[in-house]
């Protein structure tokens, strides 16, 4: 590792995580899946429930302003700063909520505040990453921090999501319920705050880059489509999550819709009792065997099969939407649906091995003095092609249903595969093991 000085907690097998859950924690946790399960349960259309996508915008346009977040000082000390200020915002949602003061205003308009620090965040964690490793341990943590990224999503309804659905079986009225869960998530944003602060050890690389142009940003772009075949990997990156970006904030909207809506009928607490069993372990094993897997076999070998790892189990959403088998199994004295259960089980193991390899990918290209703010590009440019198409999905789905939905959001990924043969590759690390 490229650090100063170690200290008891600095292990990259603590702080990757810890530093990671956070992202998935505020990203695809709380913007995302979380808001998406809170707003049906307060009756919003599922076109508002995928509207809430666009509120995720400022993580795509993070490199508008990466340049300047890069000038401002050391990516670990901006972690903290970011992480605490989004843990503080969340808390006035609780209360907000709590209080029953929520309206659709209002939480969007928090939530947006909450995705503009949250951007922010995204920058410093990202640059961190690459400042801390180098390339050759990039590839082997990136396996955990894919699975930390999702292990925080899956936090957000196995913690968070069942403590309101709980409540509420309990007697709690809706709002008491969510801003709880809320303030819960607050805590947990405020703790690892405090991690961060005193438990990241310092890279020898992490200072404030001042860049002496009177426009960084122009700087950067310039040094962005400079690279080799940079339409490729524009391509690319809009594609390679289009699909998932239209399907995922509709999955939990068909899970809780009543059956003569085209739903599973199932409630905030099954939601997440179907992603505690189904998602966290499989997530874990998936994130962290592709991140092996590219160490040992290096990624020219692995990106055309993960691209499919990732995308061809989303096909079960189909049969699943055409059909709704109503089979049931039991695990701890809780009722799953079968099919809905062995589809979560597949979709989120092809995920954590699938993403390993496109994240791996966005690390590798970025290089040079503005390494940050070319990795913000990159991943801005990926969120365009994630959030656009969740922003409109509800729209899709009260326009074409379920099923038709789900067919295109399964199509659209494979699109990637045509793209992969002009990726340049001369960035990446070779494997450093041949055979097992």
């Known amino acids: 590792m490229l650090i100063e000085k170690k200290n008891r907690l600095s292990s990259p097998w603590i702080f990757t995580p810890m530093l990671f859950v956070a992202i998935g924690l505020g990203g695809g946790g709380i913007v995302g899946t979380m808001t998406s399960v809170m707003f049906k349960d307060f009756g919003f259309s599922n076109a508002l429930i995928g509207a809430v996508a666009l509120l995720s915008l400022p993580s795509a346009f993070r490199f508008l302003w990466s340049p300047w977040i890069d000038a401002l000082g050391s990516k670990r000390r901006l972690c ?4 605490a200020i989004i843990g503080v915002i969340l808390m006035v949602l609780s209360i907000v909520i709590y209080t029953g003061y929520m309206t659709p205003l209002l939480a ?30 990039q590839a082997e943590f990136v396996g955990i921090k894919t699975a930390a990224i999702r292990g925080g999503i899956i936090l957000s309804l196995v913690l968070f999501v069942r403590l309101a659905g709980q409540l509420q079986e309990d007697g709690a009225a809706l709002e008491i319920a969510w801003g709880k869960a809320m303030g819960l998530a607050s805590v947990t944003l405020l703790v690892l705050a405090v991690y961060y602060l005193f438990g990241l050890p310092k890279a020898k690389d992490d200072y404030a880059v001042k860049d002496t142009g009177a426009f960084p940003l122009f700087t950067v772009l310039k040094e962005y489509v400079q690279q080799r075949r940079a339409w490729a990997i524009i391509a690319m990156l809009l594609i390679f999550r289009f699909g998932q970006g239209m399907q995922v904030y509709m999955v939990p909207p068909f899970l809780m819709d009543a059956a003569d809506a085209g739903g599973f009928a199932m409630n905030a607490k099954e939601v997440a009792m179907l992603k505690t069993y189904a998602d966290v372990p ?18 020219r070998k692995t990106l055309i099969p993960f691209t499919m790892f990732m995308n ?21 004295g809780t009722e799953f649906y079968t099919y809905v259960f062995g589809t979560a089980v597949v979709e ?78 001369e960035k990446i690390a070779k494997p450093q093991i041949r055979k097992v």
Request: net charge neutral; proline share 4%.
């Open 312 to 332: 061809l189990p989303n096909f079960a959403y189909i049969f699943l939407a055409i059909f709704r088998p109503q089979a049931q199994f039991m695990i701890g």
């Open 80 to 83: 903290f700063t970011f992480t």
């Open 108 to 137: 969007f308009s928090l939530i947006l505040c909450f995705a503009l620090l949250f951007s922010c965040l995204e920058v410093s964690s990202d640059g961190y990453y690459i400042r801390v490793f180098d390339k050759a341990e």
């Open 348 to 425: 989120t193991l092809g995920y954590g091995i699938g993403f390993s390899a496109f994240f791996y990918y966005l690390h590798a290209i970025a290089d040079g003095e503005h390494k940050t703010s070319m990795l913000a590009i990159s991943s801005g440019i990926m969120g365009l092609g994630f959030y656009i198409p969740g922003g409109i999905s509800g729209v899709l789905q009260q326009m074409l249903g379920y099923p038709s939905l789900f067919v295109l959001s399964s199509t659209a990924g494979l699109l990637t595969l045509a793209i992969i043969p002009f990726l340049p590759m």
């Open 282 to 299: 499989f997530m874990i094993i998936g994130g962290i065997l592709g991140g092996f897997i590219i160490k040992w076999f290096g990624l």
